[in-house]
């Protein structure tokens, strides 16, 4: 009786032990499919589209500044308005609207406060420095006025050479306009790429895993068409792999 009770122990540890085993050797196989699985899922490419396109610039600022010098200052004052009111009437005559047109307070210096010793006296006492600025929507006119400026000079108006100061400046100002279709081509052309490297690996393109926007960049297009921006942007996306 005893033996047959042992023997019963004997077969339920074995099966039980069998049961183990089996759940065991399924539970690593699930694992390893798993693990399998994972490591093909997270089989990824890294790529980046561009989109670069040229705008006309929508504002411009020019600042037009001359100089003035006299031993008097009253009477330098006066030359500046007169100067001024010449500029203001050359533009108005040659279609820019007279809000367009603003004046910036004068830059007087008094030359015989900064000789610091020198015995040399100069011309002028003071010298000044006017500065008319055009802020204008209209770049095609306002180009053209540019280009006639020089008439002015006739007039005794002395400008001040080109410098960064007084160097126009063009703006694009419709950036928020454009950026959904930039977004989507940039992102267009990043799949573009990923494609052709999916193909090239012999694999199958999924889905974007994470995609990066890159900053919008806003230049001239060349140092002689400054009224043309070249906008651009780079997007990064991340695509997983499959076989």
Not at 69 to 96: D, H, M, P, V, W
Not at 99 to 110: A, F, G, N, R, V
Not at 133 to 158: Q, W
Request: hydrophobic share 35%; proline share 3%.
């Amino acid at each position: 009786m005893e033996n047959k009770t042992f023997e019963n122990k004997k077969a339920n540890f074995f099966i039980l032990g069998l049961f183990i085993l089996l759940g065991l050797s399924a539970l690593g196989y699930l694992l390893g499919r798993s693990a399998i699985k994972y490591r093909e899922y997270e089989r990824t490419v890294t790529v980046k589209g561009l989109s670069e396109r040229d705008y006309e610039a929508d504002i411009l600022i020019w600042p037009i500044q001359f100089s003035e010098a006299s031993n008097n200052l009253e009477s330098l004052y006066i030359s500046i308005e007169s100067g001024s009111a010449k500029i203001r009437k050359f533009l108005e005559e040659s279609g820019i609207p007279s809000d367009e047109i603003t004046y910036s307070s004068p830059s007087i210096m008094d030359k015989s406060a900064q000789q610091w010793g020198s015995s040399e006296r100069p011309e002028f006492r003071y010298t000044a420095v006017q500065t008319v600025t055009v802020y204008s929507k209209n770049i095609k006119t306002t180009r053209m006025v540019m280009g006639s400026l020089s008439e002015l000079g006739k007039k005794g108006i002395a400008f001040i050479g080109s410098n960064y100061e007084n160097e126009p400046e063009y703006i694009f100002s419709r950036l928020n306009e454009v950026k959904p279709e930039m977004i989507e081509e940039a992102t267009k052309n990043a799949r573009e790429v990923a494609e052709k490297f999916a193909a090239d690996s012999k694999s199958k393109l999924g889905k974007i895993k994470n995609a990066i926007q890159g900053q919008f960049s806003i230049e001239s297009r060349d140092k002689n068409n400054p009224h043309i921006k070249k906008i651009r942007v780079v997007s990064t996306v991340v695509y997983y792999l499959s076989d």
